[in-house]
């Protein structure tokens, strides 16, 4: 076990409300675990376990390797230790208890991409944010969350935005509920506790009637103000629970002894104190690109062997660029390197509204079908991936074509069922024309091949907009969803012979990451 500082051995010994502060590295998360196992080892029921909040899943991978690689907690205090996101506690909640505020008994999850689409009406209706005054963007806003309401209430799916609201009426409205969450998790560990919007403030109020709750928090790193965090949430904290506050300072466990923490929060304000910072080197490009990315490439090589050589088995690397195209190029370069430089592996993070709907495009198409409603569902999935891309912006342009697609099929298939040939200008040609040409390609099998047959046919084609879903599928591999997305299709064609289920398949695989 590491050596806890004074102020990190104070934690440990406190019984009882605490609010811990410190910078990144200061060790909150360390004592908070090692705390946590204290709690389970000496004050715990049988069933009763501690709960450690989070609100990135990849925090909760690092919490819960943190906690396997403390020699200190013995696997029984270990599995008393339950570690999830915050968005994920709630859902559960709500799965099991949501009826009691008037929630149908089934309910699913609105993944964003179905709630850009839900939405995409009213926002045509308003235009672009940066468009709106004060008064309308807050009509916007009601009529959106009247939307989301009615979709929880009515249908029964419920996206990310109401999850905090509506656990918060539930825990506010049950004493009995309340009681039983204290049975279950007596205390709870809210990490990144100066993130928390309004409503989840409700629900960690409403957990604190009955449950010990330790606030892990660093002011300094308040990343979702713009989602409603509030700099006044550890003080509305201390003023609820009068909780023991240990301040762990600007402690730096993590890069002891360099300046790396000082050099990122002067990159974030530009305002640079010193010439040269220990633990920070800098690396000029030449300005012609190939021999720019050539240097990127050899730069993350060398940086990748140097963290290998350190034998530790938790390293990460970031590259860190200014656009979503750089993003792409410079991953695609990564995949790629220049002569016989193996793909380097990694993960990009982009907005996933686009790329998984174009997904849901290509997916049909893969299945072949061959139906009379082939075309109605491919202009049905145009239309979502139209007024789903944008996410929670989507341009004007998009949502008018959606509604302008629809229309001329409409008028297309009255025609045909009026026996006359549809239009030669309608805009629905070029997409028959697609697949048409999609239902021609002969599959092989390997869902990579077929995938990229399928694509070549929507970015060869005369529609636009199957062209710009082309180019958007080309990003579903950055989701990290390629390889579990690869081998279910491959199942898929070894059962049935052709991907009769592609879309089925594309549409969980999206809801399950
Ligand atoms: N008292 C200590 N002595 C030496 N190393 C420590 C001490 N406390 C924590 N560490 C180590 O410092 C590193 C950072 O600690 P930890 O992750 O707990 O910090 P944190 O405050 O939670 O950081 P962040 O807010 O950035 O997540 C870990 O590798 C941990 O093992």
Known sequence: MVDLTPKQQIVLATVGHQLVTGGPGSGKTTVSILKAAKIARETLKPGQRVLFLSFARATVSCVLKAIDDEQDISPADRSRIEVDTYHNFFWRLLKTHGYLVGLP?????????????????????????????????????????????????AEGKICFDLFADLVARLLEGSAKLRALTA?????????????????????????????TLIALADPEQRIFEFIGADPARLDHFKAA????????????????????????????????????????????????????????VTQVLQARARLIATGRPDWSLAILVPTKRMMRIVSDILREPFGNVPAIAHAASIDMEGPILAADVIALLLQQACGADDLDQLVHLMCQYLRGRGGSDPSKRDLGDAVRLERALAK????????????????????????????????????????????????????????????????????????????????????????????????LDVTEN
């Open 183 to 211: 049975i279950t998790w007596p205390c709870i560990i809210f990490d990144e506790f100066q993130d928390t919007s309004a409503a989840q403030w409700r629900v960690v109020k409403a957990l604190g009637d009955r449950c």
């Open 105 to 153: 008994r089934r309910i699913s999850f609105l993944t964003p991409p179905g709630e850009a689409i839900a939405l995409a009406a009213i926002r045509r209706e308003y235009g672009a944010d940066k468009k709106l005054d004060d008064a309308e963007l807050a009509e916007k806003r009601t009529r959106e969350k009247a939307e989301r309401e009615r979709l929880a209430f």
């Open 412 to 507: 297309w298939n009255q025609r045909i069922a009026a026996g006359r040939a549809p239009h030669a200008s309608s805009v629905i040609q070029p997409i028959a024309a697609v697949l048409y040409a999609s239902q021609q390609v002969v599959m092989l099998g390997d869902p990579d091949k077929d995938w990229i047959a399928i694509r070549a046919k929507l970015a060869d084609g005369e529609c636009p907009r199957l062209r710009a879903i082309a180019n958007d599928a080309r990003n579903v591999r950055l989701l990290e969803r390629g390889n579990m997305l690869r081998k279910t299709l491959e199942q898929n064609w070894r059962e049935r012979g052709r991907y009769a289920d592609a879309l089925d398949i594309t549409l």
């Open 241 to 296: 629970f009068a909780p023991t506050f240990t301040e762990l300072g600007s402690d730096n466990h993590r890069s002891k002894d360099t300046d790396i923490l000082l050099f990122g929060n002067e990159v974030l304000t530009a305002n640079f104190s010193k010439s040269e910072y220990a633990g920070i080197a800098f690396c000029g490009f030449p300005s012609n690109r190939n021999q720019a990315y050539a240097a990127l």
